[in-house]
């Protein structure tokens, strides 16, 4: 409908729409993108940091803050149960004795023994007149006298069987019947009973260092890691009778822990500043605890697990080179763009501060034109040179 009033003339004149006073002079307006009315409002959100968009001079607008989204930090490996303990299967000490205990015992067995012999005859001549002995005539070797040589043989065999050499650095574990009687930590020559099992196990520390194994980081970009684990068996009942071979179940821990920590973060962030796979430091502490967790329950304890070399695959090596060169060219142009347009800035101001020129906005734009040029040529050059 169209509304009429009537003029001072008496005619009627289309009636003029209100205009509106800025509360604010020369305020300015901004328009809003027509994607952030329609937000999908179950979307996750995104981590946002404020940052200074900018803002027009000589309209008295204030700076625009607006909001630039943050990578997300990378999640945690989740926990895993470990392996069940068994607690019957712990180290404990084994039953030994001095080695000098089986050396004499096996000796007074042999004495036993000859003494046997020579008193029924069947020692020979020779063998009595070095001894100094009489002979005795031989009248056979009844069942008495064969049960007492008998006996005699096997105490000689069981005390001089037993003896062994305990090596500093080494353990024996102890089994009989597939039952674990103790380990022996001791060094020297000791006597342990014949009818144990013996399993010597190296407690020394060690390091292994593995082939370059092939891994994935969470980019999911190829990677060759090649790590260093340093370690020794603390527990030699759950090292021998926990596991199969307890070097192979390090090996085979080290790879899948690998995996996973590796798994969390990228090898490299191009273009903004993250964690990733380059600070070595926190990817073998997270390596290390994992990897304790993992190999404590079969009596193994890691000192440290460090890669000392992450690169990428062959196959996306060369891309990935070239990737990075072309990151820190972009990052060297920021930096010189950034330390010009301070030095432009920084020279306008004192130029104006100090009375020495007076510039409209015109001026102003012309000198900031020519000093940029001028400094950004200058460091430019001398980087080329």
């Known amino acids: 409908?169209?509304?009429?009033?009537?003029?001072?003339?008496?005619?009627?004149?289309?009636?003029?729409?209100?205009?509106?006073?800025?509360?604010?002079?020369?305020?300015?307006?901004?328009?809003?993108?027509?994607?952030?009315?329609?937000?999908?409002?179950?979307?996750?959100?995104?981590?946002?940091?404020?940052?200074?968009?900018?803002?027009?001079?000589?309209?008295?607008?204030?700076?625009?803050v607006g909001r630039r989204p943050v990578r997300a930090p990378a999640p945690a490996a989740p926990r895993r149960p470990s392996p069940p303990l068994d607690p019957g299967l712990a180290e404990r000490p084994g039953a030994v004795l001095p080695g000098w205990t089986g050396l004499a015992a096996g000796a007074c067995a042999l004495a036993g023994t000859a003494t046997v012999l020579w008193g029924a005859g069947a020692l020979p001549a020779t063998a009595?007149?070095?001894?100094?002995?009489?002979?005795?005539?031989?009248?056979?070797?009844?069942?008495a006298l064969g049960g007492l040589l008998a006996l005699g043989v096997l105490l000689a065999l069981?005390?001089?069987?037993?003896?062994?050499?305990?090596?500093?650095?080494?353990?024996?574990?102890?089994?009989?019947?597939?039952?674990?009687?103790?380990?022996?930590?001791?060094?020297?020559?000791?006597w342990m009973s014949p009818l144990l099992l013996r399993r010597r196990v190296d407690v020394r520390l060690r390091h292994w260092r593995s082939?370059?194994?092939?891994?994935?980081?969470?980019?999911?970009?190829?990677?060759?890691?090649?790590?260093?684990?340093?370690?020794?068996?603390?527990?030699?009942?759950?090292?021998?009778?926990?596991?199969?071979?307890?070097?192979?179940?390090?090996?085979?821990?080290?790879?899948?822990?690998?995996?996973?920590?590796?798994?969390?973060?990228?090898?490299?962030?191009?273009?903004?500043?993250a964690p990733t796979l380059r600070d070595a430091e926190a990817v073998g502490d997270a390596l290390t605890r994992m990897l304790s967790a993992e190999c404590a329950p079969v009596g193994v304890e890691i000192f440290s697990a460090q890669p000392v070399g992450i690169e990428y695959a062959p196959e996306v090596a060369a891309a990935m080179q070239r990737r990075r060169i072309a990151a820190i060219d972009a990052r060297h142009r920021d930096s010189v763009l950034t330390s010009v347009v301070d030095a432009?800035?920084?020279?306008?101001?004192?130029?104006?501060?100090?009375?020495?020129?007076?510039?409209?906005?015109?001026?102003?734009?012309?000198?900031?034109?020519?000093?940029?040029?001028a400094f950004y040529a200058s460091r430019s050059g001398g980087r080329e040179e």
């Open 1 to 64: 409908m169209n509304t009429t009033t009537s003029g001072p003339e008496g005619g009627d004149a289309p009636a003029e729409a209100p205009r509106r006073t800025p509360v604010i002079a020369q305020e300015a307006t901004t328009e809003i993108p027509v994607h952030l009315l329609f937000r999908d409002t179950d979307a996750p959100p995104v981590a946002l940091r404020p940052a200074v968009v900018g803002r027009r001079q000589g309209t008295g607008e204030q700076p625009r």
């Open 128 to 143: 009595a007149r070095l001894l100094g002995l009489t002979a005795h005539p031989f009248h056979g070797i009844g069942p």
């Open 158 to 190: 069981f005390a001089l069987g037993g003896i062994g050499r305990g090596q500093a650095g080494h353990v024996w574990v102890l089994t009989q019947f597939g039952e674990y009687r103790g380990s022996v930590r001791r060094t020297g020559m000791l």
């Open 211 to 273: 082939d370059p194994m092939p891994a994935v980081d969470a980019d999911g970009t190829a990677l060759r890691v090649v790590v260093l684990v340093v370690w020794r068996v603390r527990d030699t009942a759950r090292a021998v009778l926990g596991v199969e071979d307890h070097e192979e179940y390090l090996s085979e821990q080290v790879e899948s822990a690998m995996a996973r920590v590796l798994s969390q973060l990228p090898a490299d962030a191009f273009h903004e500043d």
């Open 344 to 373: 432009v800035d920084d020279t306008v101001t004192r130029l104006t501060e100090r009375g020495l020129v007076e510039l409209d906005d015109y001026e102003r734009k012309a000198l900031v034109k020519d000093l940029t040029v």
